[in-house]
């Protein structure tokens, strides 16, 4: 059971506010005392999930539960999608438009970098209906 | 001190002022975001051409020491806006990025 819980809602295509979801995950686990060490990964992770939502999906929820043994991070949208989870995880691979690559997105290291801070790492996604990501970091 | 790479490179702050005291222990360059994200390290100097306001979010998510804006980039209003919010430098020279690097090099950083 988890003793904390928090949800924020992420706008596709809402640059101007990307980033704040993670930023205020960032800062509650500081208040809790967080080891940096640990703070840093979920920060990472929790905004490239979060930029993920943004610029791939139609709009989505982050939400940040803690219990006594770990942080769990969940980025759950409403599609469309991703068809090859395997492609996609591939450091490189990305469908970022000519726009978004502009602003510097677009590498494909996104999900990497996620599965690579967390300690626990996975994928769900169906074609038309979501992707949920949830990642586990150990405290 | 970023007071002092101020001095060095020639810059203008364009946020963040009150945090001149700031250390600095290393630079790093590069201007896609996610690979910032995964090599960047606390207290960088991070020399980016990206003037947005995700940018300030990167950096302060990975506690960077500051933003440095090469060649006389315009950094965005609410790229400003933000890094004062969350007490981020953000540094502008005319100097290209090479050039920022060998300053910062020359007082010892990054090495
Ligand atoms: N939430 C999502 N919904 C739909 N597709 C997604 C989602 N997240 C990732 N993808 C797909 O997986 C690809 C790889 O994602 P990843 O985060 O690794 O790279 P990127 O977002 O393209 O670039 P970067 O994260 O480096 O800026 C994306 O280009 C996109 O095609
Ligand atoms: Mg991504």
Known sequence: MSLIQYHFNVEKDDFDRAGEASSNIKKILRQLGIDAAIIRKVAISTYEAEINVVIHSLGGVISLEIDTSSIKITAKDRGPGIANIELAMQAGYSTASDKVREMGFGAGMGLPNMEKCADKFEVESVVGIGTTITMHMYI | ?111
């Open chain 2, 1 to 111: 001190m970023i007071k002092n790479i101020c001095e060095k490179i020639n810059a203008t702050v364009i946020a963040g002022a009150d945090e001149m005291e700031k250390e600095i222990s290393g630079v790093y360059i590069c201007d896609l975001l996610s690979w910032v994200m995964s090599h960047a390290n606390k207290g960088d100097a991070w020399i980016t051409v990206m003037s947005h306001a995700n940018v300030v979010a990167v950096a302060s998510l990975l506690d960077l020491g500051c933003v440095i804006v090469p060649e006389d980039i315009k950094m965005d209003e609410d790229a400003i806006k933000k890094a004062n919010e969350e007490g981020i430098p953000l540094l502008s020279t005319s100097m290209n990025s090479y050039e920022i690097a060998i300053a910062l090099n020359n007082m010892g950083l990054g090495l």
